[in-house]
């Protein structure tokens, strides 16, 4: 697989650095490009590419773009209905589902509101027949204050209850921190979340539950960085630091929409690898996966 040298990667992703910093970076992307090449040449189901993140260390792609706080305020207590759903077996071996386009977080830690809003979104296709593009700002502003340092997608569906869903064109993503204020409502609202298969650690568990919703899911993703196609089998981590949306699976692999761009990965998208062992892959079965009500604003009972 061609690699680009360290000056032709900066024109390809419009990436500049200032004095020092570019003998920095240039020693740290030549050890990621040699780390890319030596994975290629062996023998695995996945492949690894140069990014946006290969003049990146380890320790800084994790602080950046991996902000999952797996220790947010708990939705429980909140006036938002949630439901225990037990998966039933439909018999479906096979599912992929059909969801909004993938979107960039950019540099911030938003992975939370961007797996949020792919739920919200995902629903209201799935459920709706809609293709409503919803702002990832409007959580951030309106349900925390600290929203590039790290949240939750369920714990912010709370704070939307029974509010207007406002739609990305009136209210674009800026990736810092900003204040809460309106935008052009889509006509959507939440009106309440389901926990499919919560904390199961079933791999079967989660397919049947995935076989009947995409699922708004938390996964390790450290090791994701150089990820650029094929079933990822590398990490069986169980410490999360991750939201994505997980959207299909067969035999193989569970397929999953990330926040870093459409060149990243497959289309934006990593396939994982199916297991029954510990926390699966990336640890996407140990905390389980939920999905959000989604209804038009004129189906709300007064």
């Known amino acids: 697989m061609q690699v680009d040298d360290f000056a032709a990667w900066k024109v390809k992703y419009g990436i500049s650095y200032n004095g020092d910093e570019d003998a920095t970076r240039e020693a740290i992307f030549g050890q990621k490009t040699a780390d890319i090449e030596a994975h290629n040449a062996g023998e695995s189901t996945w492949w690894m590419v140069q990014n946006q993140f290969s003049a990146m260390t380890d320790d800084e792609f994790t602080a950046t773009y991996l902000n999952f706080d797996a220790e947010a305020q708990s939705i429980e207590n909140s006036g938002l209905p949630v439901i225990e759903e037990v998966p039933v077996d439909t018999g479906v071996t096979d599912k992929q589902w059909s969801v909004s386009p993938v979107k960039d977080q950019g540099g911030c830690g938003s992975c939370w509101a961007f797996g949020g809003v792919a739920g919200l979104e995902g629903e209201s296709k799935v459920t709706l027949g809609r293709s409503d593009i919803l702002s990832e700002q409007y959580l951030m502003d309106c349900t925390s204050s600290a929203a590039c340092s790290g949240g939750r997608a ?5 704070q939307l209850y029974g509010k207007s869903l406002y739609t990305a064109s009136s209210y674009p993503y800026t990736a810092r921190n900003g204040n ?18 919560a904390k199961s650690g079933s791999d079967s568990a989660f397919a049947t539950a995935l076989g009947s919703h995409p699922l708004v899911v938390a996964v390790g993703a450290s090791s994701w960085s150089s990820y650029g196609g094929g079933v990822f089998t590398d990490s069986a981590s169980c410490s999360l630091n991750h939201q994505v949306y997980a959207t299909g699976f067969d035999s193989s692999s569970i397929k999953v929409k990330n926040s870093w761009g459409s060149s990243w990965g497959e289309s934006g998208f990593i396939r994982l690898g199916r297991t029954t062992k510990g926390c699966g892959t990336s640890g996407i079965l140990s ?3 939920f999905y959000p009500t989604v209804v038009a604003a004129s189906s709300v009972e007064v």
């Open 154 to 158: 369920d714990s912010a569906y709370p």
């Open 180 to 197: 809460c204020h309106t935008g052009t409502a889509s006509g959507l609202q939440v009106t309440g979340l389901t926990r499919s298969a």
């Open 287 to 289: 905390d389980g996966g």
